[in-house]
Nanobody
């Protein structure tokens, strides 16, 4: 059974930091690209950042220079370090695992709420 479990969300003041974690089980973690997506109220889910199995990263323009995605293949966990948070970063953040090998293997976590407010 595949599980992706996010943690680390919460309420933070503007300018603050949070670190999200995505602990996985049931997948060969090292073979998957990992990603973080977010969905704000009344908006579509959007890409925040991705990291390939080889460690290459990609970021949405809105978070470049503020957020850092990383992975620990031993712990089978992906992370999103979020600094200089803004109110517009408020959203539910979802972890994603993706492998394309003959067919598409894709899994999602349940999401964790991040609220940036004073």
């Amino acid at each position: 059974q595949v599980q992706l479990v996010e943690s680390g969300g919460g309420l933070v003041q503007p300018g603050g930091s949070l670190r999200l974690s995505c602990a996985t089980s049931g997948i060969i973690f090292g073979g998957y690209a990992m990603g973080w997506y977010r969905q704000a109220p009344w908006k579509q889910r959007e890409l925040v950042a991705t990291i390939t199995s080889g460690g290459s990263t990609n970021y949405a323009d809105s978070v470049k220079g503020r957020f850092t995605i990383s992975r620990d293949n031993i712990k089978k966990t992906a992370y999103l370090q979020m600094n200089s948070l803004k109110p517009e970063d408020t959203a539910v953040y979802y972890c994603n695992a993706l492998l394309i090998a003959g067919r598409r293997y894709e899994y999602w976590g349940q999401g964790t709420q991040v609220t940036v407010s004073s």
